[in-house]
């Protein structure tokens, strides 16, 4: 057994999972894998070991145990939902942003113009103000 394992060589798990469907007495049996076929092959075979490694159990109160459908190869990818990802992807960005620039904008408290003078210092008269120059519209 030994010659034919490489050195360094670590078992891995399998991408296995059984589970009881909702409390029944079903059970649904997946495999997730890169290749369809090897996913399909494993659930069809622990399937179809399942019924006779119970019934040898002793003491095992069990009826007869039958697949009810066989597993098949998936048309396309479970995952990633690359089009999902990126509606959500792009919802969060968008909220993100609009929350970053309302925040910024009830966090800006400088003084724009003679309104905000008049709403910060009430009773105090204006007496002038700097008029904004455009560079291109003077002429240099």
Not at 30 to 58: F, Q, Y
Request: net charge negative; hydrophobic share 45%.
């Amino acid at each position: 057994m030994s010659s034919l394992v490489s050195p360094g060589w670590k078992p891995q798990p399998l991408p296995l999972s059984i589970s009881v469907v909702n409390n029944t007495e079903l059970i649904e049996i997946v495999a997730v894998t890169d290749n369809p076929g090897l996913s399909a092959d494993i659930c069809n075979t622990v399937a179809r070991v399942t019924p006779e490694i119970i019934s040898d159990k002793e003491g095992m109160k069990m009826g007869v145990l039958k697949v009810l459908t066989e597993g098949k190869e998936a048309a396309g990818p479970s995952s990633p939902d690359l089009y999902a990802n990126m509606v959500i992807g792009g919802a969060a960005g968008l909220v993100i942003s609009i929350l970053l620039l309302l925040i910024l904008h009830l966090r800006d408290n400088t003084v724009k113009g003679e309104e905000d003078v008049k709403a910060l210092l009430p009773g105090v008269a204006v007496l002038g103000e700097i008029p904004s120059f455009d560079e291109k519209s003077s002429g240099q």
